[in-house]
């Protein structure tokens, strides 16, 4: 094989990761994942109601990319903007608990196609916490990202001051990888958090 011919064989290798990646992006807008008591949906703008009440809690702008205390005005916003970023890869579900179809948190996946890896994160209504729901919700787009895009990794971080989020992260199987000083910025702070990691075979 010629270097020209190895090349394109490269760069058709390359598009075809990126036309499955960027179909699977694409074809989400529509999908749902169903667990036996989590039913994991696209977000809608009418969601913002329940964005903007859930977001009240200081623990979620503390401990994620959320806003503080949005309104609903906000809220809406922050729907557009993550129904408009889909094609960038970052895929974001309404959590809920069918047969109610109301919006009561988020578990989305910043998808990587060319690194085969994926980033989690995800925040649940105060109310509904401690049964089991963000675990049930992380194991469904979990198990889904691995079958649908093929990737090597999904990880995610936790601040290390959120045992919650870090005991969600073990029930799904993720393991501990260890303390990352001064990651990224969120909000006014840079700080340390534990990065997790799970692999198709874990
Ligand atoms: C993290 C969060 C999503 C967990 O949601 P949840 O549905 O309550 O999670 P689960 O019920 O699946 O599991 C929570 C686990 O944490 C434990 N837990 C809760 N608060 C805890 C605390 N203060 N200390 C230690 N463990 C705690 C629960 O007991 C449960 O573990 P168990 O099942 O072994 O008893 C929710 O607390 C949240 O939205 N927090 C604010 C935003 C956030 O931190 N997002 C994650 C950013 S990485």
Request: aromatic share 6%.
């Amino acid at each position: 094989m010629s270097p020209d011919d190895a090349q394109l064989v490269i760069k058709l290798r390359d598009e075809q990761a990126w036309g499955s990646g960027r179909l699977g992006v694409v074809a989400v807008a529509s999908t749902t994942i169903a667990g036996e008591r989590v039913l994991l949906r696209p977000f809608r703008v009418e969601d913002a109601v329940d964005v903007a009440e859930s977001c009240q809690d200081p623990d979620i702008s503390r401990f994620t990319m959320m806003p503080e205390a949005m309104s609903e005005a906000q809220a809406r916003e922050w729907i557009e903007q993550r129904l408009a970023r889909r094609e960038q890869g970052l895929i974001a579900f309404a959590i809920t608990l069918p047969p109610s179809d109301r919006c009561i948190g988020q578990m989305g996946i910043l998808l990587e196609p060319q690194f085969r890896r994926g980033e989690a994160f995800y925040w649940l209504d105060r109310q509904h916490r401690g049964q089991g729901i963000a675990s049930e919700a992380l194991n469904l787009i979990t198990d889904w990202a691995f079958s649908e895009h093929g990737l090597a990794r999904i990880h995610l971080v936790t601040h290390v001051a959120n045992p919650a989020s870090q005991r969600v992260a073990e029930h799904c199987g993720y393991l501990r990888e260890g303390v990352l000083r001064a990651w990224e910025p969120v909000k006014d702070n840079q700080p340390d958090v534990v990065m997790w990691s799970r692999l198709p075979g874990d």
